[in-house]
């Protein structure tokens, strides 16, 4: 084997080798950048409406009735929960404690609440 068939085959082998270590590298995530992932779900319950924070695709916070009303009311519609479930992540964000008031609900005219 001639010196330049030797370069070649020795300058495929380490091209061949940067394929495959940059297929399997893993891309950077969110989680490894210490960032938390998190979004508001709503779901369909028993006629009604909830919301679910989930925090890095798992449910962190399951809310199937309206927080801070007496009774198990569930919202009365899908945008409903979503504005409530975008409040309560709002809070969740600014690091304070994720309860709604009435007032809160009030002020955002969600269905039901008087």
């Known amino acids: 084997m001639t010196k330049r068939k030797l ?3 020795a300058g495929a082998a380490v091209l061949l080798l940067l394929l495959i270590v940059a297929r399997h590298r893993k891309p950077a995530s969110a989680q490894q950048d210490g960032m938390v992932q998190l979004t508001v779900v709503p779901f369909e319950i028993n006629g009604g409406w909830g ?3 989930m925090m890095d695709n798992k ?3 399951y809310q199937d009735v ?3 009303v ?6 009365h519609s899908k945008e409903d929960a979503q504005r409530v479930g ?3 992540l709002e809070k969740m964000m600014q690091h304070k404690l994720p309860a709604v008031t ?3 609900l009030m002020k955002m005219q969600v269905a039901g609440i008087q």
Do not use: C, H
Request: hydrophobic share 50%.
């Open 66 to 68: 309206i927080p801070g």
């Open 59 to 61: 449910p962190y916070i």
């Open 70 to 75: 007496a009774g198990n009311q569930a919202f």
């Open 7 to 9: 370069f070649i085959l």
């Open 86 to 88: 975008n409040l309560v």
């Open 102 to 104: 009435l007032t809160e």
């Open 51 to 53: 919301y679910k924070v």
